[in-house]
C-alpha cells in the first residue's frame, strides 16, 4: 500500500471512529469535564493572550473552542475531518467568536484559506495525523510572527517508577498490547515541531491514577479503537471495563501525565 493510500484509509477509519463518538463524547463531558480542563491547561501552559485569534486543528465538535471563548475571549476557528463532528458542533455551540469548519488538517489552507492566528493548538489531536510533518509546516503558515502552535498529547497511564501500567494491564489480562496506540508518536510530533520551528518548550499535566475516568475514556469509540483494533465497539468497550479493573491495586501510586509541547513563530 503507497503511503497516500495508506494515509487515505487512517484517515478514514479515523473519521467513521469519531463519528460514532459524538454523544459518548458529551456524555463523557458532562461527567468528568476533562477536555475542557485540558483545554485551559494547555493554553495557560503557553501564556495565551485574551481575544487572541485561535486555529484549533482537530477540533472535534467543538469542546475546545468554546473553552477558549468562555475562558479567554478568543476568536477560535475549529477545522476537524468528520462532518458529523462540525455538524454537531454547530448546533451545540453556535456561538459569536466560534466558527466550525470541515477539513483536513494536513492541508489548512483548504479550509481557512489565507487566514492567519496567533496561536495554532492541537487539543488532544496531533498523535492522529498520518503525516505530522505536513500539517506542522501548513500550521506555520497560517500563524502570525511571533505566534505560537501548541499541542496536548495521548495520555501515559504510569506506575511508581515509571512503568507503563496499560502495558502491565495487557499482561494481566493476558493479551497482547496494541502495536501502536497513536499513529504519530510524541517524539516524531516534537521533532517536526522543532524542525519547523526551532527550539521548543514541553510541558506535564499529572492527575492521580482515576480507574473510573480511563474506563470512560477509552469507552469512547474513538478511543477504544486505539486498544483494541479491529474488534466491535461493544466488544472493545467491555474489555476496556475489564482492563483498568485490572489496574485497581496501583490507584494510589499510578499517574495520568499528559505531555505537551509548544513553539514560536519567530518569522
Not at 459524538?22 to 475542557?36: G, T
Not at 485561535?54 to 478568543?74: H, M, P, T
Not at 484559506?113 to 510533518?133: C, H, K, R, T, W
Request: charged share 20%; proline share 3%.
Amino acid at each position: 500500500m503507497s503511503s497516500t493510500s495508506f494515509s487515505a484509509r487512517v484517515k478514514q477509519i479515523i473519521g467513521e471512529n469519531f463519528d460514532q463518538s459524538i454523544s459518548l463524547y458529551q456524555a463523557f463531558e458532562d461527567k468528568h469535564r476533562f477536555f475542557s480542563a485540558l483545554t485551559i491547561k494547555l493554553a495557560e501552559y503557553i501564556g495565551i493572550n485574551h481575544e487572541a485569534s485561535v486555529l484549533d486543528v482537530g477540533c472535534g465538535y467543538g469542546l475546545s473552542a468554546k473553552a477558549l471563548n468562555e475562558r479567554f475571549g478568543c476568536r477560535v476557528v475549529g477545522v476537524d475531518l468528520s462532518p458529523k463532528m462540525i455538524a454537531a458542533g454547530k448546533t451545540l455551540y453556535d456561538l459569536p467568536g466560534i466558527q466550525l469548519v470541515v477539513g483536513d488538517g494536513e492541508k489548512l489552507s483548504d479550509a481557512i484559506g489565507s487566514q492567519s492566528f496567533d496561536y495554532v493548538l492541537y487539543n488532544a489531536s496531533i498523535f492522529l495525523f498520518p503525516d505530522v510533518e505536513r500539517t506542522i509546516r501548513a500550521s506555520y503558515q497560517s500563524l502570525c510572527k511571533g505566534g505560537k502552535i501548541g499541542f496536548s498529547f495521548y495520555p501515559q497511564v504510569v506506575g511508581q517508577k515509571n512503568e507503563d501500567l496499560l502495558d502491565v494491564a495487557f499482561g494481566i489480562l493476558g493479551r497482547r498490547p496494541p502495536k501502536f496506540r497513536v499513529i504519530t508518536t510524541y517524539t516524531k510530533a516534537a521533532a517536526a515541531l522543532r524542525q519547523c520551528y526551532g527550539n521548543i518548550r514541553h510541558h506535564q499535566w499529572e492527575r492521580p491514577l482515576d480507574i473510573e475516568f480511563l474506563q470512560d475514556f477509552f469507552s469512547i469509540p474513538a478511543q477504544s479503537a486505539s486498544l483494541f483494533p479491529g474488534l466491535e465497539f461493544e466488544a472493545r468497550r467491555r474489555l476496556v471495563r475489564r482492563l483498568f479493573e485490572a489496574l485497581d491495586g496501583y490507584s494510589n501510586i499510578g499517574r495520568i501525565i499528559w505531555r505537551m509541547a509548544e513553539a514560536t513563530r519567530q518569522c
